[in-house]
């Protein structure tokens, strides 16, 4: 199972017959992430070195990195465990 990343590719389609969202709010926040990439709870735990569900490195450059606390969440927001690319309009906002 092959995964793209952060951008939108087939889920626009997929997501776009269920739910109609401007382009740039398809893959904003984790679970609308993982729609449009058709991920499911049966990919739970999977070890990302695997050959199932793998992140890879195509040298594309992402921009600017920030990191932050997360948000919409009560617990753990003492951490910075949220990152995202400054100035990018998928990016939920605060």
Same mark, same amino acid.
């Given at each position: 199972m092959r995964r793209r990343r952060g951008g939108t590719m087939k889920? +626009? +389609?997929?997501r776009g017959d269920r739910d109609p969202?401007? #382009?740039?709010?398809?893959? +904003?926040?984790? &679970?609308?992430? !993982?729609? %449009?990439?058709g991920i499911t709870l049966a990919e739970n735990r999977l070890d990302l070195l695997g050959d199932r569900l793998y992140i890879e490195? #195509? %040298?594309? /450059? %992402? &921009? =600017?990195? %920030? @990191?932050g606390p997360r948000i919409?969440? #009560? $617990? &753990? !927001?003492?951490? /910075? @465990? +949220? =990152? @995202? $690319?400054?100035g990018h309009p998928a990016v939920s906002r605060a």
């Open positions: 889920g +626009r +389609r997929i969202l401007a #382009r740039h709010q398809l893959c +904003r926040g984790p &679970g609308n992430l !993982t729609m %449009a990439m490195d #195509r %040298a594309i /450059p %992402a &921009g =600017a990195l %920030a @990191w919409g969440i #009560r $617990v &753990g !927001t003492q951490h /910075p @465990w +949220r =990152a @995202w $690319v400054e």
